[in-house]
């Protein structure tokens, strides 16, 4: 996901005269959401203690958060390669444990009431509200928060791994909401009826919703959440596409929940055999494309940050200790070790971060996929790299020369299409023999004739195409706008 470096807020031209509205203001739009979602957690709270309760619930609590630190841990893992800000993840859980879970009980419940009282068969009308109306009511409440992620934190939404990440802690945090009620229910009825132990309806609900299928409703979900990531991958010219396939997506998703749903339906093993013979090859099959996703983002950061090695915006190594995470978190180890503790290592996080986006960014612009301020996007991001450039370079340095040593000249550089001079005389920051940076001579960082060593700004040529990024320029060792 896509890291955003902080911008201007929105402000009027001089002597315009015009001023945006109140409910355009950002502190309006945060509180009303703000409020929506403790609205809908206090009023959710309510019903699940009614119907379990305070006993019930508690219990139910207890259990039901057993999964989600395993679920949320494994998305957060996906999105390491381009981390996204933890605010999005907050409101999609938020929305999934809170606003859509609301939306569910509300409306499955007269859904169904209502087709009870019209057809005055109950047993039908729970059957055909849990195998039809649950699974659309459901996953619709869930891909508003992927479509409102989409909407309004687009430079957040970049791409299928996005996507699943923002679906599947949505998921994550309805099927919280939605095992505390189920256990809590289900442990009201042990109280009732005296069941306790392996043999108990506790037991068995724990069994089936926490151990065999927690990864049911983020599987649903994810769905919807590819579809979105594939029409973020579309460009302008593909209307149709970027339309029709989060549509879907939702659709494959409902499909999917209700086949789920309806198992119970099929005889005595039907549960058994829709969860053998789909559910965990359709868990297996998107574990595979989730985490050949994430390879595919990492050979895409070492193939696209070249041609700004090229440019003398990166060092020579950075690309392949960028394109590995065991490099990036022995780079920020060194940095919290030798440079400041935890800030520096937070700061070589955002470098890492920065320069990942820059080359999807990169990426998308070569193909036609970045929109209209991809050029204004780059500059920004180059910023945010000069900015972290004293702490996060040296840390990178040391993770080239003791984890991920930069392959030969001849099995790399040449690859992308770019020289590979070695040092002439200089050993360098990554040992004898290294590409250096091409054109410019084999100093030291910090020399005034050094590429990135203080010689002018990252806004020297705004206008760069993307297959020739901005180069710093050469001529003006004192000018840096960054300099204190």
């Not at 207890?62 to 957060?76: I, M």
């Not at 999609?92 to 419940?109: H, P, R």
């Not at 990166?314 to 022995?330: I, Q």
């Not at 002018?456 to 020739?468: H, I, L, Q, T, V």
Request: net charge positive; hydrophobic share 45%.
């Amino acid at each position: 996901m896509a890291i955003s470096p902080p911008y201007p807020s929105y402000s009027p031209g001089p002597g315009s005269g015009t001023h945006p509205h109140w409910w355009q203001r950002r502190w309006v739009r945060y509180g009303a959401l703000i409020t929506l979602l403790a609205l809908s957690g206090l009023v959710i709270l309510a019903l699940v203690r009614r119907q379990t309760g305070t006993t019930g619930f508690l219990v139910g609590l207890g259990l039901a958060v057993l999964p989600v630190p395993w679920l949320l841990a494994a998305f957060r893992w996906l999105d390491r390669v381009e981390p996204g800000p933890w605010r999005n993840l907050v409101f999609a859980f938020a929305w999934g444990a809170c606003a859509a879970a609301l939306i569910a009980i509300v409306a499955n419940s007269f859904a169904t009431k209502w087709i009870a009282t019209s057809t005055a068969d109950p047993a039908g009308a729970d059957t055909l509200g849990a195998t039809v109306i649950a699974p659309v009511v459901e996953e619709s409440a869930k891909a508003a928060a992927v479509l409102l992620v989409f909407l309004f934190r687009r430079r957040d939404f970049t791409g299928i791994v996005d996507g699943v990440v923002i679906a599947g802690v949505t998921a994550t945090g309805f099927a919280f909401t939605e095992n505390i009620l189920y256990l809590g229910t289900a442990f009201g009825t042990d109280q009732l009826s005296g069941g306790h132990g392996i043999a108990s309806v506790t037991a068995a609900t724990f069994f089936v919703r926490v151990v065999m299928s927690p990864f049911a409703h983020p599987l649903f979900t994810v769905l919807t959440g590819i579809g979105f990531g594939v029409s973020a991958l579309s460009t302008e010219r593909q209307p149709a596409r970027r339309v029709l396939v989060p549509l879907g997506g939702l659709l494959l998703a409902m499909s999917t929940h209700a086949l789920w749903n309806g198992s119970a339906t099929f005889g005595q093993f039907g549960f058994l055999a829709v969860y053998a013979a789909f559910m965990v090859p359709a868990f297996g099959l998107l574990t595979w494309l989730a985490v050949w996703t994430r390879q595919r983002e990492l050979r895409t950061v070492r193939e696209e940050l070249p041609a700004y090695v090229h440019a003398g915006w990166l060092g020579p190594a950075e690309p392949f200790v960028l394109g590995s995470m065991r490099a990036r978190r022995a780079a920020r180890d060194h940095a919290r070790r030798h440079f400041g503790g935890r800030p520096a290592a937070r700061a070589v996080a955002q470098y890492e971060a920065y320069a990942t986006s820059l080359a999807f960014l990169r990426h998308r612009g070569r193909r036609g996929r970045a929109g209209a301020d991809c050029a204004a996007r780059e500059q920004e991001l180059l910023a945010e790299l000069w900015r972290r450039r004293e702490v996060a370079r040296p840390a990178l340095e040391q993770a080239a020369r003791t984890v991920a040593p930069v392959p030969a000249p001849s099995a790399y550089w040449a690859r992308y299409g770019y020289p590979a001079t070695p040092a002439a005389g200089h050993p360098g920051a990554y040992g004898q023999g290294h590409p250096t940076a091409y054109g410019h001579p084999a100093v030291p960082y910090g020399h005034p004739a050094a590429p990135y060593g203080g010689q002018g700004s990252p806004y020297a040529n705004p206008g760069a195409p993307y297959g020739n990024p901005p180069v710093p320029p050469a001529g003006y060792p004192g000018y840096n706008p960054y300099r204190p």
